[in-house]
């Protein structure tokens, strides 16, 4: 009897055990998961093929994109300062040939504008406390405002979120008569040499063709004639209106500048490097140039960087954070100079090695990442 009683007692012991057991399970399947353990979240190894990197970190947060050619993995940190791109004889010699423009320099508190004027067109450089710009604007600028003012190169994406990007519009001719693509990238290119500007043969351009651009703008003043009525316009453009957009991208030391400008926890801006022309069929009629640095000595050479996998892995841990249902794809990630402040003298940066990383909604929204190549830090 007393045999029978134990037996009959370590059952009891054991289904115990067992509805313990089932009843843990199921509090931790119901159990929400924190943002701790989100993070430690992977759905799937990376897959890195052809020099395309491809993960799935959760639901809401993937890569899927090509590893730039530019990533150097002993790229240095450098001193560098603004450019003075007051250059009297080329600014002449390129944009009034043959001319002899009014200069008029204004100075105000932290900031500088020196204006070359012949009648209607000007060139004019900006010299601000942070950032230097120089911009050339002829009156033939005006008539071609409303067929592309809506729209932005992918360099201007992050200034101009709400515009549609140039690369996925209307905007479908690859060359037009009067030059081909490659001559107009080859003339562009001239130019900034004469002031010293180095870019990339990462050029962004665009064809525009005057019968699209007469088919837009009727189609705004059909539809929308509130806003055409704010645009100096051509009632018909013709074969002569035509003109290339050319983005380019400044390089310095073998390494291609960002085009961000982001906002730093310090308070101070990193104010990337943008070049943008257009091209017609008499020359140039827009030139805008803002933020070309001349570098200085080395400030510093890291013994290791980090690599694109940590940078995206930064950006997934950042984003994961942040409570939200939306999806993202890290859709392009670019390894480029940022010029970082670290002084109190706002023409002074240190050019850092970063990965800018491109993050595509899939409500159609862009965002950008930068992450310091360096120490692993978001900057922005």
Same mark, same amino acid.
């Given at each position: ?7 009959? *007692? ?8 067992? *509805? ?8 931790? *399947? ?16 990376? +897959? ?36 003075? *791109? ?23 508190? !932290? ?14 450089? @900006? ?7 120089? /911009? ?5 600028? =005006? ?10 190169? +992918? ?36 130019? &900034? ?16 063709? @005057?019968?699209?651009? %007469?088919?837009?703008?009727? +189609? ?33 030391? %073998? ?8 906002? &730093? ?13 257009? &091209?017609?069929? =008499? ?20 013994? +290791? ?9 930064? /950006? ?59 120490? !692993?830090?978001?900057?922005?």
């Amino acid at each position: 009897m007393e045999n029978i009683d134990k037996r009959k *007692l370590l059952r009891i012991v054991v289904i115990c055990a067992v *509805l313990v057991a089932v009843t843990l399970m199921a509090a931790a *399947l119901l159990r929400p998961e924190s943002t701790s353990e989100k993070s430690a979240v992977s759905y799937s190894d990376a +897959k890195i093929e052809n020099n395309h990197f491809y993960k799935v970190y959760s639901d809401n947060f993937t890569a899927d994109t090509d590893i730039p050619d530019s990533y150097n993995d002993k790229a240095e940190v450098l001193f560098a300062k603004l450019s003075d *791109l007051d250059n009297q004889s080329v600014i002449k010699s390129v944009f009034f040939e043959g001319k002899n423009p009014t200069r008029k320099v204004r100075k105000d508190a !932290g900031f500088t504008s020196i204006r070359y004027i012949d009648g209607e067109n000007y060139f004019a450089v @900006y010299d601000y406390s942070d950032q230097n710009r120089m /911009a050339y604007d002829e009156l033939d600028m =005006n008539y071609i405002d409303l067929p592309t003012d809506n729209f932005s190169t +992918k360099h201007d994406q992050y200034k101009y979120p709400n515009r549609t990007p140039l690369y996925d519009t209307v905007y479908k001719q690859k060359s037009l008569d009067f030059m081909s693509p490659e001559k107009a990238v080859e003339t562009a290119k001239d130019v &900034l040499k004469k002031f010293s500007i180095e870019v990339t043969d990462d050029v962004e351009i665009y064809a525009m063709d @005057y019968k699209t651009m %007469q088919e837009y703008q009727d +189609k705004v003043k059909r539809e929308d004639p509130d806003t055409a009525v704010n645009y100096i316009t051509k009632d018909t453009l013709t074969q002569d209106d035509e003109f290339y957009i050319l983005s380019f991208t400044a390089m310095q030391n %073998q390494l291609p500048m960002t085009h961000i400008e982001c906002h &730093l926890p310090s308070g101070r801006f990193c104010i990337g490097s943008n070049i943008k022309v257009y &091209l017609s069929k =008499n020359g140039i009629f827009y030139f805008d140039v803002g933020s070309i640095y001349q570098i200085g000595e080395v400030a510093e050479t890291p013994d +290791k960087l980090i690599t694109v996998e940590e940078a995206i892995e930064k /950006a997934f841990d950042e984003y994961n954070s942040i409570v939200t249902t939306d999806k993202v794809t890290v859709t392009e990630v670019r390894f480029e100079y940022a010029p970082i402040p670290y002084n109190s003298n706002y023409n002074e940066a240190k050019l850092t090695p970063v990965w800018t990383l491109t993050l595509s909604g899939d409500d159609g929204s862009v965002t950008f990442t930068m992450v310091n190549a360096v120490t !692993g830090e978001i900057i922005n």
